[in-house]
Every structure is written in C-alpha cells, then in structure tokens.
C-alpha cells in the first residue's frame, strides 16, 4: 500500500531575503526537503531607514511571490504558511502591504513577533541537534541573529531558563548608525559599543547560568563558517572553533565594509552582515564556557514546516515545546518575586477543573495552555502594587514575550490573569471589549474557572489538593476532602461562583468531606 505524502510548503518573507521550502511529509512524521528557494528583497532596508516600505519594493516582493507560488503548481503543494517578521511587522504601513500580497498573489501572508519566531526556529534545531538532551542539561546558550534584532535563549538543567528579544539586528544596524560609517575610521569599535549598550543586562543574567554550549543561526553565520574552516569536512560538522572566530574578529575590526567584501569575497550585503555577526557571537561566545559555535543551518522556514508536522502528529517535540514554554513561564514568575507554591497549586487545581468540565466548556488544549500561564503569572502584579494588583499582572504579560505566543494569545493571557480575583469583565473595559467575540468567551471562561481555583487557595496554604466534579444538568459539585478547616476558602469559592455560573450557565457549589 502506498505511504500517504503531503506536500508542503513555507515561506519567510525576510527584511532582506524572501525564502521557501517545499517539503514532502510522509504518515509517520518523516520531512523530506525537495527544493529551497531564496532571493533578494529591500523590505527591511526601507522599514529600518524611513519607517515604512517604499510602493517599488512591495512591486517587487509581490513578483517574488508569484514566482515562488509557481513553484507550488510543480510540486503540487495543498498546505503551505507564509510568514513575515520584522522588516514589515515594524513598518508603519504593514496592514496595506499584507493587503496588496494577498490581492496580487493570492497569498496570506501572517506578521509573527519575535517569541513566535523564536518558538518556531527552535523546532527546527531540536531535529538537527547532535545530543539534544545532554546539551540542554549542560546549558546552551541559543543566539539568533536576524536583520532587525537578535534573539537570545539559555537552557539549563534540561529546561529554557530565559529568552529575549532585542533590536540590534544585523541590518537594522546598518541602517541606525550608517550616519556615523562615514566620518569615522573606527566603525566597527563604535558598532561594538553600540551593540554593548543595548545587550551588558543579558551578557550580566547569562554569565551566572554556566553555560558550555553555544549555537548561533541567523544572519553571517554561514558565511562565518566558509571563512573559519579550512576544510571541507569542519564544514560539514558545522562547527566553528573559539580560536578561529576571535582570529576572524581581529581581522574585521580593522576594516571597513568595502575591505571585508573584498577580503573575504563577500557581495556588499553580506559584508554588512558579518561584521556585527562576528562582534555579536563573539561577545556572547566569550561570556560561555563554551569552546566552539554550533551552527546548524536551520532557519524560520525549517521551524514552520516542523510545526506543521507537531500539528499533524503527536511528536515527542510537541511536549517538549509545551515544557519549555511553562519553563520560561516560572522564569518570568521568578522575576516578580511570585508565591512560586502557591502559584503551581492553582495551575495544578485550575487545570484538574478544565479538564474535567471538558463537556460543559467545549475549550481546546490550546486554551489549557492560556490557563496554565495565567495561573502561574495571576499574582505577579503584587510586585509592583498589593493594590490592584490584578491592573498591574495584565500590563506586565501583555509587555512579556513568552516563547510561541501571538500578541493576540498574550492579550488572552493577560486577561484571563487580570479577571482572577474579584474584578470580572465589563462592558466599559477596553482591554475586554477590544478583543474579539471568541476570544471574549474563552477569556470568560478560562477567568472562571481561575477564580473557582483560585478560591480553593485563598489562605495559600494548600489546604485543598484534590478535586473531584460531579454535574447534573444545571449544577456542578465540586467535592474536596480535607481534614484541615476550609471556611474561608468555601466563603471564596462561593463568591467566585456567581461569575462562574453566570458564564457556564450552570451553578457551582463545594462539597466538603472532612
């Protein structure tokens, strides 16, 4: 019998190149890359200097692209994802250029943020990583450099410690400080004093994780490779040698653009992208323990295709990204000094209530993840103001970038977190009524069931560890046993209960068996 095949493909239209992989997905999993195409593009060079993309280069980004959707005809692709990052998500004008892609070429074409980049990118390394596993429990520290900002990830102990997001881009650059190129010998000593100040707070967090690993991707790393090694079997294992990199590094910061592109036999562009490349990984290789850079060669476009994949298939990757996502969550909870016990417990008990009221809620389990970061994050707020508290929470989730979450999915989050306590949605509250009228329900919802959670731990002193539901056709029992004396937590979860059966429809009432 014959193995069903998809074919797909995924495209990344970059601030400097526009890129696609088609790919074949057979039933068990397996990617087979048939063809990668790449090909030049302005679309950053127009955001990163005058804020918007000029009318020529969206004319010629649309011809790309019809180019490459010739190229689904061939291979007959059925499933594909665009996606773009920050050359058109930071452009004033991105919703017409997003406009005139899908008018001119039938593409959709989605703006990502950062952590959603981020998230995708590393699905793609976990297939290539050589001792994926060891390499996470030692510490790894993950720089990707793309033409707006650079991404920085630290794993540690088998868990992602800290991610983060900063706008010092190997274009980008280029462009904020091309002013100063020429009236200054010492070019790239002001880059690297520029790229200090905006990244000595992350060198300072990771020098105190340990870490004996280091990969680098994005922008100049290929071309860091071809120079550093010699041969083409150190090539191949992708890996680029500490000594030959500072060597590399000694040479660059004598030069200007035009001697690297010549010394090198770079083309213009990718001159420019080696040199704050090599500043950038060198710096942070030098804070590691690390004696080597890992370089993979795996990018955004490889990421979506993995997903595709993850939502196909139950992978082991999907769990692990699940994981990792939580991880960085605590992380996150850890800054703010939270209750992490207590914290836990009411992700734990808000959880054991989702699952078991599946029926009534009709909830996806992508929603159980936006409760579960909601419950670990809901008191956070309390670092800046006891009062109020819940106002502050939703402002600092809203401004986090939590690995693989949409700006939509964080203004979820930030909600679901802020309607925890007393407060429920109301109809002169932007930050509700903004939302979409699904995302309105789910934010209900997930809210309710945080706040019965919630209540069950008001003392947060875990009196209540266990819960089981019972439901007829218009009330829900929620039974706990304890010998401890509950009072108060039964007076909460009785307040609580008046939002939850408002938006269920069914009442909540506690049981309690000593």
Not at 91 to 108: C, K
Not at 370 to 377: F, G, I, M, S, T
Not at 388 to 416: C, D, P, W
Not at 422 to 451: C, G, T, W
Request: hydrophobic share 40%; net charge positive; glycine share 4%.
């Amino acid at each position: 019998m014959k193995k069903k095949i998809r074919t797909v493909a995924s495209i990344d239209v970059g601030s400097y190149n526009i890129r696609m992989v088609v790919a074949e997905i057979n039933e068990e999993g397996k990617i087979n890359i048939l063809e990668e195409l790449r090909h030049h593009a302005n679309i950053g060079k127009d955001t990163f200097a005058f804020g918007k993309v000029s009318v020529d280069t969206i004319h010629e980004t649309c011809s790309i692209l019809k180019r490459f959707k010739k190229v689904f005809k061939i291979y007959d692709v059925k499933h594909y994802r665009a996606v773009t990052t920050s050359g058109i998500r930071e452009a004033d004008n991105r919703v017409y250029i997003i406009e005139q892609i899908r008018m001119r070429t039938g593409l959709r074409v989605e703006i990502i943020n950062s952590s959603e980049e981020r998230f995708l990118t590393f699905k793609a390394i976990r297939d290539t990583l050589r001792d994926a596993k060891k390499i996470r429990q030692e510490g790894v520290l993950v720089v990707n450099i793309g033409s707006g900002g650079v991404e920085f990830s630290a794993f540690k102990d088998g868990n992602l410690r800290f991610t983060t997001y900063i706008k010092v881009g190997s274009l980008r650059l280029q462009e904020v400080l091309s002013d100063l190129e020429g009236v200054t010998l010492d070019f790239p000593l002001i880059m690297e004093g520029f790229i200090k100040s905006k990244t000595y707070l992350i060198e300072n967090i990771i020098k105190e994780m340990d870490i004996k690993n280091f990969i680098g991707l994005g922008g100049g790393i290929w071309s860091i490779l071809n120079i550093c090694c010699d041969k083409e079997s150190e090539i191949e294992k992708k890996s680029i040698k500490k000594k030959k990199l500072d060597k590399l590094y000694m040479e660059v910061m004598k030069k200007s653009i035009d001697q690297i592109a010549n010394s090198y036999r770079l083309d213009y562009a990718e001159a420019q992208t080696l040199l704050p490349a090599t500043i950038m990984f060198r710096r942070f290789l030098d804070i590691t323990k690390a004696d080597n850079i890992y370089a993979p060669m795996v990018s955004l476009r490889h990421g979506i295709i993995a997903d595709m994949v993850d939502e196909w298939f139950e992978t082991s990757r999907k769990k692990d990204f699940l994981n990792d996502i939580i991880s960085s969550v605590k992380y996150i909870g850890s800054k703010y000094h939270y209750d992490e016990i207590h914290a836990i417990h009411i992700q734990t008990l808000s959880t054991s209530i989702f699952d078991q009221l599946k029926k009534i809620h009709s909830l996806s389990d992508r929603d159980r993840l936006y409760l579960q970061v909601a419950a670990l994050l809901h008191d956070i707020g309390k670092f800046v103001n006891l009062d109020k508290h819940h106002i502050y929470t939703y402002n600092i989730i809203k401004a986090q970038n939590i690995m693989g979450f949409s700006n939509r999915e964080l203004n979820i989050v930030a909600n679901v977190a802020r309607y925890h306590d007393e407060e429920n949605p109301e109809r002169f509250h932007d930050n509700y009524n903004s939302m979409e009228y699904m995302d309105q329900i789910k934010i209900s919802k997930l809210s309710a069931i945080l706040k019965l959670a919630d209540s069950m731990d008001i003392t947060h002193l875990q009196k209540i560890n266990n819960v089981e539901i019972i439901h007829n056709k218009n009330e829900i029992y929620f039974k706990v046993i304890t010998q401890e004396d509950i009072l108060l937590e039964k007076w909460a979860f009785i307040k609580s209960a008046v939002f939850f059966e408002e938006v269920m429809g069914m009442k909540a009432l506690i049981k309690h068996k000593g």
